[in-house]
């Protein structure tokens, strides 16, 4: 991975093909990378991993600032389906991170 890498992924979510294309806009290895939505779901996209040595290990962090499409039906989304979805995706990768390098 480097600066302008871009990435396209192809998944889906509750049954509808999602197609998205991000670009790596910021790289520092060991301390901080961040993408940004091009092509996708959302009207904004942009998030930033960031890493930091701790006593245990290394913390990891994720800052994600978004928005949705479609002005109040798009908000009503967030509130309804979005929002929750966001958190269980987060949850799922920290518990996977955790069950293949260690941590809580």
Aim: without cysteine; proline residues 5%.
């Amino acid at each position: 991975m480097r600066e302008g890498t871009l990435i396209t992924y192809r998944l889906s979510l509750r049954g509808l093909p999602i197609r998205w294309r991000t670009r790596i806009d910021v790289w520092e290895p060991g301390a901080r990378f961040v993408d940004r939505q091009l092509r996708g779901p959302y009207r904004f996209w942009h998030h930033t991993h960031s890493f930091r040595a701790v006593e245990a290990g290394t913390m990891m962090n994720d800052v994600v600032h978004y928005s949705l499409p479609l002005g109040a039906l798009g908000r009503f989304v967030h509130a309804v389906a979005v929002r929750g979805e966001l958190e269980r995706i987060f949850d799922f990768r920290r518990d996977a991170i955790a069950a293949r390098l260690g941590g809580p």
